[in-house]
């Protein structure tokens, strides 16, 4: 496979996009225009203007103020931008483009349409176009469905998560494109701080370090800090860019270009779950929601059941306490809203559990619903503002834009004693230590590429399957106000007495993540609802996957690639989850639901109904949820395992000190040698492991002097 050069369309092809998205989004008839303004004459928030201008709207006309070529070319350029940083390599783009032909073929139609149309698809009327969407929509086969959720979802990502063109769209259904507040040119931060002092390649050359950390996220970071603070010198290399807190735009598509592994969510293998990955100083910590969880209980005595005693121990819990003080780990200062309300208010109806999640904010108030794209207030104390800057108080430098193509190991000692660059004419930097922190995608490859050969080496990949779930209701919600998530419950997470299932959590949402978690069942039902969006609110199941299977590889450019096979037993966790959230919202006084299952219709309380959890048309819903199964893909923003701990290197690649069993002075710490999934957001852990981690790492320079 090769890197791709820029992705060019032909006039049929464009003209061929334009017809998809304009399927997806589209005018609407005189007497659907009348069906959703009947519908929305309810909800007095937006206003009959709006509602008139989104029966309307069509995807190629939204882009129509910024445009300067032809009618609809801004959105077919924005689906160009997202495939070629979705679909990187050469082949996959040409694949692309022989589909988008046979679209345009009388002969590649009979087979797309399973004979059903033998005219190209952009001649066909807008009726046929979308009933063959639902066609690939309800097929049995995979690779139709699959072929339905990717049109839909270039559609949304070309639409919904632009910047300046998608403003109008978004201002009809009341979804402020900007942060309102923190995006203003003369706003002042609540925390402002200091730019962190950053080095080059050129002003290292010929330099010695005693640690170089490849990585800065929650790993990395708390590796630097205590070998810096021990006294020891200290190089951070991180691949993504450095932001500072001005630099943020607090923008959804934006930030995911700016600021996400290959620009955004990207699939697996086998199209069934997206995976987001922080890649800029601080990784995930600059960009999470700020959840705070301890690991718990259960997953440390499994965990000490592999023989890794230091999870059971005082010094884990005294670490993981250590890491909750520095980084502010509170439940103090959060006010419930949006998202988070709801959960507590359904959990208290239904008698289930609830309980608040700690931010790292200090006790601080942070209710800064864009703190996803980086938070401009300073208040969130990830890994870039507590133990980067420890480190570089400390003396250590840290260079930014710079991937490790591999760790340099003696082949007579087997200890490392460097890194080559990727880039710099593979400049090489000398170092007594090295630590992998390049997280559970990145580790396994950046060893491999340093010769470690090792059967469980990206292997034994362990994430956190995500889906939502919507509640409509007849007040505003406006979950885009307050924090972010504050509030979880735990009633399925222990389905069958292993402690695993599924957390339910509060999550504030933005246009483009409704458009993309709600199945299209046609422009009328599309356009319903995202303009109550916010009279709508999501519910997050986060379930601890057990023994589906998965493993991350690499093209010959170094990009990750991942394969993950989600297992009946966690389908189940997945989905039992989504119940338990459509019962929330319905106890919270949602009056209609909606699941990510694509063919599940959303359940709606009639006018003269009360939203009960035992309403028997609602319980027959939920049958249907139950016997439809698993959305066809998740997400995940949680990736573990793939260098896991063990006590021999007969089932784990690094040692309970985290050093690796191939190589001396060579350590991972990131949530790439966790045991299993931790059934928590794992910032948190992720930290405390390291501090042990680097305990290690600092005691081996104490022993070598002693030899």
Request: hydrophobic fraction near 40%.
């Amino acid at each position: 496979m090769t890197t791709s050069s820029p992705l060019q369309l032909n006039h049929q092809q464009r003209h061929t996009v334009k017809t998809i998205l304009d399927t997806f989004l589209a005018p609407l008839s005189a007497t659907d225009t009348i069906e959703l303004q009947r519908k929305m004459t309810k909800y007095s928030a937006i206003p009959a203007s709006h509602v008139a201008w989104m029966a309307q709207a069509r995807a190629t006309t939204i882009h129509s103020a910024t445009n300067t070529k032809e009618d609809g070319a801004g959105v077919v350029d924005a689906v160009v931008a997202v495939v070629q940083r979705s679909m990187p390599d050469t082949n996959k783009q040409q694949q692309f483009l022989r589909l988008l032909d046979a679209l345009a073929s009388p002969a590649g139609m009979v087979i797309l349409s399973q004979g059903k149309h033998i005219t190209r698809f952009s001649a066909l009327p807008a009726s046929d176009r979308t009933a063959l969407m639902h066609q690939w929509r309800h097929a049995s086969l995979a690779f139709w469905r699959q072929l339905y959720q990717s049109f839909a979802a270039l559609t949304w990502a070309a639409t919904y998560l632009q910047l300046e063109e998608a403003k109008t769209l978004h201002n009809a259904i009341g979804y402020p494109t900007l942060d309102p507040i923190r995006s203003a040119p003369d706003y002042v931060p609540v925390n402002p701080r200091p730019r962190l002092p950053l080095c080059t390649p050129e002003t290292i050359l010929d330099a010695q370090y005693d640690v170089i950390v490849i990585g800065s996220g929650a790993g990395g970071g708390v590796v630097a800090a205590q070998a810096a603070m021990a006294g020891l010198s200290v190089l951070v290399i991180e691949k993504g860019p450095y932001h500072h807190e001005s630099d943020y735009v607090l923008h959804e598509g934006q930030s995911a270009q700016r600021n996400l592994e290959r620009g955004g969510t990207f699939l697996n293998e086998q199209s069934t779950m997206g995976f987001m990955s922080g890649s800029l100083v601080g990784g995930g910590t600059s960009i999470n929601y700020s959840a705070s969880l301890k690991l718990p209980h259960y997953v440390r005595q499994e965990w000490a059941g592999f023989g890794l005693s230091y999870f059971t121990s005082n010094k884990f819990t005294q670490d993981t306490e250590r890491v909750c003080e520095r980084i502010g780990a509170t439940t103090d200062g959060i006010r419930l809203h949006g998202s988070n309300k709801i959960l507590m208010e359904g959990c208290k109806n239904l008698g289930y559990h609830h309980e608040k999640i700690a931010q790292n904010s200090g006790g601080h108030p942070h209710e800064c619903h864009w703190c996803l794209a980086g938070c401009r207030d300073g208040i969130k104390n990830g890994s870039m503002n507590t133990w980067l800057r420890d480190a570089v108080d400390h003396g250590a430098h840290v260079m930014v834009d710079q991937r490790v193509d591999r760790v340099v190991i003696d082949p007579t000692t087997h200890q490392a004693t460097g890194v080559i660059l990727a880039s710099n004419n593979g400049q090489l930097i000398r170092a007594r230590r090295v630590v992998v922190s390049a997280g559970t995608l990145h580790s396994p490859g950046i060893l491999q590429r340093s010769g470690l050969v090792n059967p469980h080496l990206g292997t034994h990949l362990r994430v956190h399957p995500c889906v939502a779930t919507y509640g409509y209701f007849d007040h505003l919600i406006d979950t885009h106000h307050g924090t972010m998530m504050t509030a979880y419950s735990d009633v399925v997470a222990d389905l069958d007495g292993d402690h695993y299932g599924a957390k339910i959590e509060g999550m504030s949402h933005h246009a483009g993540m409704m458009a993309n978690a709600t199945p299209w069942h046609g422009a009328l039902d599309h356009k319903y609802a995202l303009l109550r969006w916010r009279y709508s609110t999501p519910l997050l199941t986060v379930s601890r996957d057990k023994d589906s299977v998965g493993n991350v590889f690499y093209d010959q450019n170094g990009m990750v690639k991942v394969n993950y096979t989600m297992s009946k037993r966690d389908q189940r966790s997945v989905l039992e989850g989504i119940v338990a959230s459509a019962k929330i919202l319905v106890a919270a006084g949602a009056r209609e639901v909606r699941t990510m299952q694509a063919t599940v219709r959303p359940f709606v309380f009639h006018d003269d109904e009360v939203p009960a959890v035992d309403h028997p048309r609602f319980q027959r819903w939920i049958k249907t949820v139950r016997a439809i199964g698993c959305p066809a893909i998740a997400t995940t923003p949680h990736q573990m395992g793939t260098c896991r701990m063990g006590t021999s290197p007969n089932d784990s690649v690094v040692k309970p000190t985290g050093e690796t069993w191939q190589c001396k002075g060579l350590y991972v710490a990131d949530a790439s040698v966790f045991r299993t999934g931790s059934g928590v957001n794992p910032m948190v852990t992720i930290m405390a492991v390291s501090l042990h981690i680097a305990d290690q790492l600092v005691q081996s320079f104490t022993d070598s002097a002693k030899l």
